[in-house]
């Protein structure tokens, strides 16, 4: 007599009642592997910020983590108080800071990533947008922001390195994070993103 055939009898009915389960975590993991980017840990990459003039008032540097995007803000010559700091959706500064087009956006969701919590959705607003700079009253700003609305691995859709790039924009006034997008006022600064090495 098979020793075997209790066992089987236990396991046949158990195996049959997780299938389900099985096949729901394997296609779990297939949309995990095909639906979310691994972010090459390490890239960086650097915006020099211009004022409407020309002159260069400070740098936003970038630092791909496993967690998204940091960035460290180091900003002179504002003027005193809160301003709007947004990745736009296009590098280019030039003829006017216009060029960079609207708020970095790829998935489309609206405006206002405090708001999105307010709608119980995790939209998270735009992707580049990003909380208020505040500048004390020498004009400086510092500020870091870790964000998953970007990466800098070149692919994604939501890179900063896709085909027309992204630029950091400076408003003259702050973002009250709303659903619809407010006026923040003149484009007082902008940089145009570009990646600076790192990742190996």
């Not at 394997?26 to 211009?50: D, F, K, M």
């Not at 030039?94 to 709608?119: C, E, I, L, Q, Y």
Request: glycine share 14%.
């Amino acid at each position: 007599m098979a020793v075997v055939a209790p066992v089987t009898r236990v396991l046949l009915p158990a195996a049959v009642a997780l299938a389900p389960l099985l096949v729901l975590i394997v296609v779990l993991s297939l949309v995990r592997c095909n639906g979310e980017h691994e972010p090459t840990v390490g890239l960086t990459a650097e915006a020099e910020l211009v004022s409407p003039d020309g002159a260069s008032i400070g740098t936003a540097t970038f630092l791909q983590t496993a967690n998204g995007v940091l960035i460290m803000a180091d900003v002179e010559g504002l003027a005193p108080g809160g301003h709007a700091f947004v990745i736009h959706e296009a590098g280019a500064c030039t003829p006017d800071f216009d060029a960079a087009g609207d708020h970095f956006n790829p998935t489309g969701a609206d405006h206002g990533f405090v708001h999105s919590a307010w709608r119980n959705d995790d939209s998270g607003g735009h992707g580049g947008d990003l909380l208020n700079i505040y500048a004390a009253a020498d004009g400086s700003a510092r500020a870091d922001f870790l964000t998953d609305g970007v990466t800098l691995d070149e692919g994604p859709s939501h890179s900063v390195f896709d085909d027309d790039g992204s630029a950091i924009i400076v408003h003259e006034l702050p973002d009250p994070y709303g659903e619809e997008e407010a006026d923040t006022g003149e484009r007082v600064a902008c940089g145009v993103i570009v990646p600076t090495g790192g990742g190996g």
